[in-house]
């Protein structure tokens, strides 16, 4: 009897191990794929004969990534889940026990083999659909590029669901959430708010490769009719934690699906459309359980859902419509004339030029302007005075402050002619010559930075007449400008209005370069004309 027991006990310790000791170190597996796509698994170039795939056998997901020109990457895991006929050998034998010399009872039965090749792949997997990549820009179509991509989840909107194998898996997430909670597990975490420049750069490079954003390095190609800007707000993450097998000590992969608000920003970065869209990414292979690794999986995964998101947004009709560059922008703003009496005395000198430069601010900043009528008229930007959701409020050099009404603006020129209920103000003359001389001495005057630095002048001189992506002239000057100098006069020592300052270039090392609009088109694009009134 003790023979026999001895003898099944060793049966079933050798048969146990037969999966891992017999069967082959890969698996030949069918993978169809798209025409033309290249397969890569875990990085690498698998074997393949007679149109199968080599995919060594291992508790571990292998990664499995198609590409193809034209087409987004494909991330797909594959998870050994299958039993080998070879891992059952051992349930051949009989169930034993015997009774030792001391009383106590023995108890020997089936053995399972879960060793690194006991369990096998599915023969066929079927990955040949992709979805194409975002498109090339053509000529009808704005620049475009990422303003900003923010993330800003509220904890009920934070989910990770864990699944124990990759079996409960398969079977629907809905299935085990609902019915049997204590396998999958939700974790909330605190809420998340921030702003991330790393899927900034991300997209950014996407619309760079597809020329959306323009390649060639000059400092004039933005305006109102060829740029609009891309808001990405982050608003719900839900992520998959798949473990191939909750009795081995065995790999994971992750998915996640993530919900984003965008919204296409004009010139100005007002909204002028908004949609929310739920974006899956890939299955990505987590390659061990450390924390770090885990976070590198979720941002692989979140920085390709959110690409995939941005090619549908850019798909959808209703957002190539907004892109394009529209013949109603194009057209000549229809006003009638403005009739601007003649003043009895302009600015003169640089004292009155401060007197007749305002501030114009709001609650979350401040612009320059400068009076062009003894009855309130103020030149500005419009970029100064678009976000028409906040009070206006121009202040006077004296302290006093006036609520502006907005009467007219051109946005593609980026001006706007403001009227305060004032008189017997001194104003500025503007010049209407298009001949504009070169190295021109000349002052800027307005508001730098803080409001209290109201009415500053900085000295430079005209350093060049450039023209912008549509064509616009555009005045170049070295004199000292800052963000709330913006729709602040650029004129001569006289007082003569020859401009309004529109930007400065920005960028590392770069000082003395900022621009402006030419006097000339006030009369031109706001449809002003100075009138002589008899009294």
């Known amino acids: 009897m003790r023979k026999l027991i001895s003898l099944l006990a060793l049966c079933g310790l050798l048969f146990g191990g037969c999966a891992s000791i017999l069967n082959p170190r890969f698996q030949k597996v069918a993978i169809k794929t798209a025409k033309g796509s290249k397969l890569t698994i875990n990085g690498d170039t698998p074997k393949k004969k007679d149109g199968k795939y080599y995919i060594k056998r291992g508790r571990d997901p292998q990664q499995i990534v198609i590409t193809k020109d034209g087409y987004q990457d494909e991330y797909h895991a594959v998870v050994a889940h299958r039993k080998s006929p070879l891992f059952f050998v051992s349930l051949g034998l009989p169930l034993t026990y015997f009774i030792n010399p001391v009383g106590g009872m023995f108890i020997f039965g ?11 792949y599915d023969k066929a997997y079927d990955f040949s659909k992709m979805k194409r990549d975002l498109y090339e820009k053509e000529d009808n179509i704005k620049d475009v590029r990422l303003n900003q991509v923010s993330v800003s989840v509220d904890k009920k909107k934070l989910n990770y669901d864990i699944f124990f194998n990759y079996k409960q898996y398969l079977k629907g997430k809905k299935y085990y959430s609902t019915h049997n909670p204590k396998k999958s597990i939700k974790i909330e975490r605190e809420d998340i708010d921030i702003e991330n420049t790393v899927f900034t750069d991300m997209l950014n490079s996407i619309l760079h490769d597809k020329g959306f954003i323009n ?11 060829n740029n609009v800007y891309l808001n990405a707000n982050l608003v719900e993450i839900d992520v998959d934690v798949i473990n191939s097998n909750a009795k081995l000590s065995s790999g994971k ?33 987590i390659p061990n359980n450390g924390e770090d690794a885990v976070s590198a999986a979720f ?24 892109i394009k560059v529209s013949e109603e922008q ?9 009739n601007i009496p003649v003043a009895s005395q302009y600015v003169s000198t640089m004292n009155e030029a401060i007197n007749s430069s305002v501030t114009i601010k709001n609650e979350d900043g401040h612009g320059s302007g400068f009076i062009i009528s003894e009855n309130g008229y103020i030149i500005t930007n419009y970029h ?53 001389e070169i190295a021109k001495e000349i002052y800027a005057v307005g508001t730098p930075t803080a409001e209290d630095l109201g009415s500053t002048v900085s000295k430079g001189i005209i350093s060049g007449i450039r023209k912008n992506k549509s064509g616009q002239k555009i005045l170049q000057t070295d004199a000292s400008i800052n963000g709330g100098n913006s729709g602040g ?32 088109l006030i009369f031109e694009k706001l449809k002003i004309k100075y009138t002589t009134v008899e009294k």
């Not at 006289?494 to 370069?513: F, N, P, Q, T, Y």
């Open 110 to 120: 089936a053995l399972f083999d879960y060793g690194q090749k006991s369990m096998n």
């Open 215 to 225: 390649k060639d390095n000059k400092a004039l190609n933005s305006s109102y009719l």
């Open 253 to 285: 992969f992750l998915n996640a699906t993530l919900k984003i608000e965008w919204e296409i920003l004009d010139y100005y970065k007002k909204q002028i459309y908004k949609r929310t869209i739920k974006a899956n990414s890939g299955q990505i292979v």
């Open 299 to 322: 941002f692989i995964a979140s920085s390709d859902a959110i690409s995939r998101s941005l090619i549908q947004f850019m798909n959808f009709k209703e957002v190539k419509e907004h």
């Open 330 to 338: 194009l057209r000549e703003n229809s006003f009638p004339v403005l």
């Open 384 to 436: 100064v005075i678009s976000d028409d959701s906040k009070p206006l409020e121009v202040v006077m050099n004296n302290g006093d402050t006036f609520t502006p009404e907005i009467t007219r603006v051109d946005k593609v020129n980026d001006l706007a002619l403001l009227k305060i209920n004032a008189e017997e103000l001194i104003p500025y003359k503007i010049s209407a010559s298009e001949e504009i």
């Open 489 to 520: 006069v650029i004129c001569t020592k006289e007082g003569l209005a020859l401009g309004v300052v529109s930007s400065k270039l920005r960028g590392l090392g770069i000082e003395g370069v900022a621009f402006g609009i030419p006097s000339y």
